[in-house]
């Protein structure tokens, strides 16, 4: 028996948005008339954040507003968009549509990342964003950012992960260990990780290689319960003037959901 001949379509509607994204692009493929349901904007426009209407329309992609529900899910679970006037990329988790935010560069605090003498804005056409910093010399490294966490899914466990490179005339990483730290609220509970960004060869490769080019190390996770307007914080610090450093370029701090592998 065709079941879809005996429910409304407004109910197959809702008994499919209640699964998942996997689900729906699996129910499409048993019959013609249950297509047409799976692949309805109805559908689709339950797994996009109940918000997206105002991330898009403040990107620098609003015209993506006028696709289909299930294809502006596709686009964004495979390509970033830009917010935050170019400082911040969006992005949604494929498998169950919840929110990946990267900080760029310049949404960051990086210590001296103004002073030309230490740090140089650079363009790279492995990076999403217009410019990112390449470390010419310092001794102390220092760079923290945050996020507020009601902009996250809720009831999500989250990390964070620092992306970056390392130039072929790179110099220090392999002489220490920085630290990476999150916290939330300013209460200073994370643990804090002590990793080297380019070990000595006695040392494993701590950090990966992700599928854009780049390199990146967790610097910790949390629980999103609810998004109460806290703010998350990130930190990633070398403060051991016995040595410089230089080679390092920052592409950003991304926060996504645990589980997602981005090699």
Avoid at 31 to 36: E, Y
Avoid at 104 to 124: F, N
């Amino acid at each position: 028996m065709d079941f879809t001949k005996l429910l409304p379509e407004e109910c197959m509607c809702l008994i499919i948005s209640l699964t998942s994204p996997r689900d729906a692009c699996r129910s499409a493929l048993v019959s013609p008339a249950l297509r047409s349901v799976a692949d309805s904007d109805a559908v689709w426009e339950r797994f996009l954040p109940t918000d997206y209407e105002e991330i898009i329309s403040n990107s620098s992609s609003p015209s993506l507003l006028s696709l289909e529900k299930k294809d502006l899910y596709v686009y964004l679970s495979f390509h970033p968009i830009l917010v935050e006037n170019g400082t911040m990329s969006f992005q949604l988790e494929k498998e169950s549509g919840k929110k990946c935010y990267m900080l760029g560069a310049r949404a960051l605090s990086v210590i001296w990342g103004d002073t030309p003498e230490y740090w140089k804005w650079i363009s790279l056409s492995e990076s999403r964003f217009s410019q990112v910093p390449k470390l010419r010399l310092v001794w102390w490294l220092e760079v923290k950012g945050e996020i507020e966490t009601r902009i996250l899914s809720s009831r999500t466990n989250y990390a964070a992960y620092f992306v970056f490179k390392l130039s072929m005339n790179r110099y220090g990483f392999s002489e220490g260990t920085v630290d990476l730290q999150v916290n939330v609220d300013g209460v200073e509970a994370g643990e804090v990780r002590s990793v080297f960004l380019d070990p000595p060869e006695d040392e494993p490769q701590q950090a990966l290689e992700r599928g854009d080019g780049w390199m990146e190390i967790e610097m910790g996770e949390f629980f999103n319960e609810c998004g109460d307007d806290g703010t998350l914080e990130f930190s990633l610090w070398e403060v051991d003037t016995g040595y410089s450093k230089g080679g390092l370029i920052i592409e950003g701090i991304e926060v996504r959901p645990k589980h997602i592998d981005r090699r």
